[in-house]
């Protein structure tokens, strides 16, 4: 069973004009699955943001904006870029209205800011979300460091692993299943198909019995000959364990308007 899609990583979603076709065939298909996208917001102008209210089916959007204020967020996507995901989150959460879906959470980079220093349309924005969550930047080895502000974001993707390594399966290989836009199949959406144990398949050639029972086979070897029995897991610092219902996020609304009371 698919329990969850996600439709996006390392890249914009809405650049593809027929994203909302695209997301509309999925949850026909897949109407039991948790359907998601990540998005920097840029994009989200009153016509697609229209297009995506239309669907008539539950769908998780992810408004992707950094670090609470200007300054930091265009440090990590580009000049310009914080008031046009603002204003883009503004539009979808209009253009929703009252309905249920989609479900919207701003899905914050901790980018080591001061609280205090949040952009006041950062904050309102946040209060207008379902769900405000606040999260440690992905690094490329897997491990967990705290972000310094003080480092160049691209810094910080490579920045080193943190304690021991672990040698075990991590939770995503062999279960989560990452997909590029030309169908090819990988078990890591870290280092995606950047080595020969990445590739399971391809979509458009192989089955899915078939590209599931390669990646049943491929936790296998992992969970007997360790993470340095594959070139894809040798370097990786990825926590060791099997699949888990992903865990509540913390949503940080309730706190700021309490802390907003107070003051």
């Known amino acids: ?31 039991d699955t948790r359907v998601q996208f990540h998005t920097n917001a840029m994009l989200l102008g009153n016509r697609v943001a229209e297009r995506l209210c239309a669907i008539d089916r539950p769908f998780f959007v992810y408004l992707s904006i950094d670090g609470g204020n200007q300054a930091s967020h265009d440090s ?48 309102d924005l946040a209060a207008r979300c379902d769900v405000w969550q606040r999260v440690t930047p992905i690094v490329a080895n897997g491990s967990d460091p705290t972000y310094d502000d003080a480092v160049d974001p691209v810094a910080h993707w ?16 062999g279960y989560s299943l990452s997909i590029s836009p030309t169908g090819e199949v990988a078990p890591c959406i870290l280092t995606q198909l950047s080595h020969e144990d990445a590739v399971l398949g391809n979509l458009h050639r192989d089955s899915m019995r078939t590209i599931v029972e390669r990646a049943s086979a491929f936790r296998q070897r992992l969970e007997i000959g360790g993470r340095r029995s594959f070139a894809l897991c040798a370097s990786c610092y990825k926590v060791a364990g099997q699949p888990r219902a992903p865990r509540p996020p913390v949503d940080l609304r309730e706190r700021f308007a309490r802390d907003a009371i107070t003051l």
């Open 1 to 31: 069973m698919i329990r969850e899609i996600t439709l996006n990583w390392r890249g914009e979603p809405l650049m593809n004009k027929q994203f909302p076709d695209i997301l509309q065939i999925v949850l026909d298909h897949f109407p």
């Open 76 to 123: 990590n996507r580009g000049e310009d870029s914080f008031r046009r995901a603002v204003r883009g989150g503004r539009s979808l959460l209009q253009h929703r209205g009252q309905a249920a879906w989609p479900h919207v959470s701003l899905y914050q980079l901790d980018l080591g800011i001061d609280e205090a220093m949040y952009d006041a349309e950062f904050l």
């Open 158 to 173: 490579h920045a080193d692993a943190r304690g021991p390594q672990p040698d075990g399966a991590c939770f995503w290989a």
